[in-house]
């Protein structure tokens, strides 16, 4: 197959062009990638020589490239987005554009020349959930909260809208907050992992009390890799972790545990705006059809993942430079007491 990956420089795009070429050596993939801040090239530096790789730098919004490289390859994989809940709160411009046009613009060439389109979408289209509400399932109606969700929201709708009007093949995967390998400094993981190896604070928004579910990033390259090759066309399948849902402060102070700190380096923080309480997910469909779970507990995975971390200092530099220095400051700037 030659496959068309949107947003490969980034966290799960790059775990994703690994996994699959590692799985499916006869494979092809085109990594079209904006290069936006959390697109790092570096991510697949590795493959750079590998005849089976070729990143082209482009917009997903550019209809010109878009159409050129559908025209060239079986099946689509989007992960391409503005992904972070937080920059979605300073500014929902980039989430509009990208998320809403960019993937209307890639759904109308997977129309055009019939591709197959695979679209990574989040629980949080879903809004959130209290203490004691059954988790996610693919009927929970829709209810996002943030700008983000609300951009992936809409993908969504276009996606399931070209199906039905259309007739394009397509899927979604709803699943939970990832982490692993090549994640970007920003998100609650790797942050409060490279504080802490750098003898700072974490930053807890509120009393960290609202639960996450978190799963592992290869057993979500493993399930988009069963819903392209036995997923139902048409479908959505939820996926989530293996018993990975925690509050972030119970997070935290596993983090904190497995790195050797202790919890004076816990700092309370002023609330995230409009901070969703609780995301879970019930992943029977996906066990059930396509004969997928995840297979990594939160322990094994936040191990493996600080292992990485460790084993990463200069990458980690390089992402907490420039851009990232001015988001930080703008972003914590009167939470940090
Ligand atoms: P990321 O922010 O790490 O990477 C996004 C990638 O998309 C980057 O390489 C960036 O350069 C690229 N990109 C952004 N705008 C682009 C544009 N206009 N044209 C082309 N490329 C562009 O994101 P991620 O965490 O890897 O998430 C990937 C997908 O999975 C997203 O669609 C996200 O909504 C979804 N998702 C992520 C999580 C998570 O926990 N990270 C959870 C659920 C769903
Ligand atoms: P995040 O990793 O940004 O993912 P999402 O908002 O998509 O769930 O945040 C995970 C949780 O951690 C969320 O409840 C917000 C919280 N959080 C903090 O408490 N402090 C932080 O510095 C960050 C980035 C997140």
Redesign the pocket.
């Known amino acids: 197959m030659k496959l068309l990956v949107?947003?490969?420089?980034?966290?799960?795009?790059?775990?994703f062009i690994r996994y699959w070429l590692s799985h499916h050596p006869d494979d092809h993939v085109t990594n079209?990638?904006?290069?936006?801040?959390?697109?790092?090239p570096e991510?697949l530096i590795d493959y750079k020589e590998d005849a089976r790789y070729r990143l082209v730098k482009?917009?997903?919004?550019?209809r010109d490239i878009v159409f050129d490289l559908m025209k060239d390859c079986d099946a689509v994989i989007?992960?391409?987005?503005?992904?972070?809940v937080d920059r979605s709160v300073l500014d929902a411009s980039?989430f509009v554009?990208?998320?809403v046009r960019?993937t209307v613009t890639l759904l109308d060439a997977a129309k055009e020349y019939q591709r197959r389109f695979h679209?990574?979408?989040?629980?949080?289209v879903f809004g959130h959930l209290k203490k004691d509400d059954p988790p996610f399932n693919e009927s929970t109606p829709y209810a996002p909260r943030s700008p983000?969700s609300a951009s992936?929201a809409a993908?969504d709708h276009f996606v399931r809208a070209y199906y039905q009007t259309h007739g394009v093949a397509v899927t979604i995967?709803?699943?939970?907050?990832?982490?692993g390998p090549?994640?970007?400094p920003e998100?609650l993981i790797p942050l409060f992992i490279t504080n802490l190896l750098e003898g700072k604070k974490v930053p807890v928004y509120g009393d960290g009390a609202q639960v996450r579910d978190w799963?592992y990033?290869e057993d979500?390259c493993r399930g988009i890799e069963s819903i392209l090759l036995k997923g139902r066309i048409g479908e959505t399948y939820c996926l989530g972790g293996k018993d990975s849902e925690v509050t972030n402060l119970a997070l935290t102070k596993m983090l904190i545990r497995l790195l050797g700190k202790d919890e004076s380096s816990i700092e309370f923080v002023k609330d995230r705006p409009g901070h969703d309480f609780r995301y879970s997910i019930d992943y029977t469909k996906a066990k059930k059809e396509l004969g997928w779970e995840p297979a990594v507990s939160l322990e094994d995975g936040l191990r493996m993942t600080i292992e990485w971390f460790k084993a990463h200092a200069d990458w980690v530099a390089r992402c907490k430079s420039g851009e990232y220095r001015e988001y930080y400051a703008k972003n914590y700037e009167g939470k940090i007491a």
């Open positions: 949107t947003g490969g420089c980034g966290f799960i795009g790059s775990n079209l990638d904006a290069l936006t801040y959390a697109g790092n991510n482009g917009d997903i919004c550019d989007h992960f391409a987005a503005e992904s972070h980039a554009r990208t998320n960019g679209h990574v979408s989040t629980d949080e983000y992936k993908s995967s709803n699943c939970s907050n990832n982490y090549y994640i970007f998100k799963l990033v979500h």
